[in-house]
Every structure is written in C-alpha cells, then in structure tokens.
C-alpha cells in the first residue's frame, strides 16, 4: 500500500516561496506518475498543479508555469513543489498524488495560505 506523507505548507505573504516535500513509502515498483493537486475550497474539485513520469517529463497548469518547478528525487522516494512568486489565489490545501500500475494513492493533503 503506497503511503504519501506532504510536508512544508504553511503562510506566507504575496510574492514570497514555500516548498512542499511529499515523501513516499510502501511503493513496490515506483510511481509511474507523481504530482501535486490543489482544493481551493472544500467542495471543490481537486485540480492538477503539476506532475511528472518516471522519464522526468513535467506538465504545469498555465497559472503556476515559471513559478513552481516539481522535482523527483528517486534515491530518497520523495518528490517537491518549490513554488515562489506566491500569489493569493495559490491559497488552497496541496495533495500529493501517486499513480502506480494505475492505481491511484493521495497524501492528506498541506494548507498554503498566502496573504495580499
């Protein structure tokens, strides 16, 4: 059973940085696919921030291009979201999101609250 365990959200002003860290346990054969998900609100659908495959290759939404960088660091099975120029309406909870062999795994999610 993968187990995904966020870290690093926190408040911070407009125009400042965090980075989220999502460590990854119980994978047998890797996350085929891993990346972060956004919830602005409770209710509301959980919408892709950034992900990245096993071959390195990335896709960001268009809001968070040339702010936020995901990265993959396979040695320690963890992965990042270094997100800088925070902007108010990147305020939400984080999820951390793990496809293996299809099957789809979520961390218990990180608040960033950022103020104006």
């Known amino acids: 059973q993968v187990q995904l365990e966020e870290s690093g959200g926190g408040s911070v002003q407009a125009g400042g940085s965090l980075r989220l860290s999502c460590a990854v346990s119980?994978?047998?054969?890797?996350?085929?696919?891993i990346g972060w998900y956004q919830q602005q609100a409770p209710g509301k659908l959980r919408e892709r921030v950034a992900?990245?495959?096993?071959?390195?290759?990335?896709i960001y939404t268009d809001s968070v291009k040339d702010r936020f960088t995901i990265s993959r660091d396979n040695a320690k099975h963890t992965v990042h979201l270094q997100m800088n120029s925070l902007k108010p309406e990147d305020t939400a909870v984080y999820y951390c999101?793990?496809?293996?062999?299809?099957?789809?795994?979520w961390g218990q999610g990180t608040q960033v609250t950022v103020s104006s």
């Open positions: 999101w793990c496809s293996e062999q299809l099957q789809a795994y």
């Open positions: 119980g994978s047998t054969v890797g996350c085929d696919v």
């Open positions: 992900i990245m495959n096993s071959g390195g290759r990335t």
